[in-house]
């Protein structure tokens, strides 16, 4: 059926354009006048800019290598300690405790890895100076913690099966340090000492690190 026979029929349902889309035909269905292309994508053109600032603020977070958060814990372990400065080449791959006592730079010498491995990535770990002198598991760790303000005391206590029990004990306090934490509004890490110490200390076999008790002082009341 022709348009003239459908509009003499009453067949004809399509509408006059009228407005804007009647003197320009890009304003019509589809096309491209950019007015009308922004009131048609509205509430696509929203979802856009809110899907791009997404991902700008997921641009922003830098979350710290392994190997960095291993080199951060070595710096708020001994960071207080008046004996040992801890440097981080990234070029070399390498973390430096420099260390102004002999005795406490051959202890770390004998208890620090001289490398560790996260994944492929490899690090080395060296202690200046370091002779590496013989000593007993917990002579190593008294001479390596020594003013250390984060240690308290070590002891130790014979094993079931006659192999003894080395407790190098840390301070009970909360250390906090930078370390792109997403758990954290400041991308802090707060942990204890002995946790650092466990992480840093690997394969220490029959050593256990340990937090000291606040006990409180109870009086004595005669009746």
Request: proline share 4%; with cysteine; aromatic share 12%.
């Amino acid at each position: 059926m022709s348009l003239d026979k459908a509009i003499a029929h009453g067949k004809e349902h399509r509408k006059p354009y009228r407005g804007s889309k009647l003197i320009d035909h890009t304003c019509r269905n589809h096309g491209g006048c950019p007015w009308c292309e922004g009131n048609r994508k509205h509430k696509f053109r929203d979802k856009y800019l809110y899907d791009d600032k997404e991902l700008r603020n997921m641009a922003k977070v830098n979350l710290s290598a392994p190997w960095v958060t291993f080199y951060r814990e070595l710096e708020a372990l001994f960071g207080e300690d008046p004996d040992i400065t801890v440097v981080y080449d990234e070029d070399k791959g390498k973390v430096s405790l420099f260390v102004d006592n002999p005795d406490k730079a051959d202890a770390l010498a004998q208890l620090l890895p001289t490398e560790r491995m996260f994944g492929n990535v490899s690090i080395q770990v060296e202690v200046v100076p370091a002779n590496k002198m013989v000593g007993s598991k917990m002579g190593l760790f008294l001479r390596a913690f020594q003013d250390n303000p984060a240690f308290a005391y070590g002891k130790t206590v014979s094993g079931v099966f006659s192999n003894d029990i080395n407790y190098i004990v840390f301070k009970n306090k909360v250390v906090q340090y930078f370390n792109d934490d997403l758990g954290d509004v400041n991308g802090n890490c707060s942990t204890l000492y002995q946790e650092l110490a466990k992480d840093i200390f690997q394969d220490q076999e029959g050593v256990c690190f340990c937090t000291d008790v606040e006990r409180p002082a109870y009086e004595t009341v005669c009746v």
